[in-house]
């Protein structure tokens, strides 16, 4: 048996002269059958015809009861080889059974999450949405405030301007009663000095 196979499907163990487990297909196994049986029968038919040309009858008793020993030792190994078969194919569709099924498994999980992972995809777009809705009223709102600050400035600045401008024509006023209010005293101070001089004249002259 050299007819080593590494092939996993319709595939089996079984158990050599060496006593170590070999892969053998299972199509290997039916043709080895086929020539057990048919060697098996062209030895027979080939054997008895020997023994029944060279032997007695109880040579012939006795080598028929040796090769039926044979033939059912022979038989047992089958059985036990057949037992082998369909042990291995049985453990080999519980595996493929158990294999499916992990695989199903697998998938589910596999559509659990990506079913979870399309709800939060989801749920972030609408978040998203959102945000983007509140930026663009904070954007408003800002804008808006920034207008209106605006306006409050130039109008500010233009009330500034007519205080000022009103200030400036207090100047003026202020300027023309300062002349009013000081022509008076200056013109009393030149005759206070005048007087005095003339004082001092007179009392030289005496």
């Known amino acids: 048996m050299n007819k080593k196979q590494k ?7 079984i158990e050599d002269s060496t006593h ?6 299972q199509e290997f196994v039916e043709e080895l059958f086929h020539e057990g049986y048919k060697l098996g029968f062209l030895q ?3 054997y008895a015809n020997k ?9 012939l008793n006795m080598e028929v009861e040796k090769l039926s020993v044979e033939i059912e030792g022979i038989a047992n190994k089958l059985k036990n080889l057949n037992d082998i078969i ?21 998938s589910k999980t596999l ?23 509140s930026l663009d009223y904070i954007k408003e709102d800002i804008c808006d405030n920034i207008k209106s600050s605006i306006k409050d ?5 233009k ?37 005095a001089i003339i004082m001092l004249c007179i009392k030289s002259i005496k």
Do not use: C
């Open 7 to 13: 092939e996993i499907n319709n595939s089996i163990y």
């Open 159 to 195: 009330d500034l301007s007519i205080i000022r401008n009103n200030i400036g024509n207090m100047d003026e006023k202020s300027k023309w009663w300062k002349q009013f209010l000081l022509a008076p005293i200056i013109s009393a101070t030149l005759s206070g000095v005048l007087v």
């Open 44 to 46: 027979g038919t080939t």
């Open 111 to 133: 559509m659990n999450k990506i079913d979870d992972l399309s709800h939060r995809v989801e749920g972030i777009d609408k978040r998203t949405i959102v945000l983007k809705k």
């Open 86 to 106: 369909i042990n291995q194919n049985k453990l080999t569709n519980d595996n493929l059974n158990n294999l499916s099924s992990r695989v199903n498994d697998s």
């Open 20 to 25: 170590s487990n070999i892969l053998y297909t």
């Open 51 to 59: 023994i029944f040309k060279s032997k007695s009858t109880v040579d």
């Open 153 to 157: 400035i130039k109008e500010d600045t």
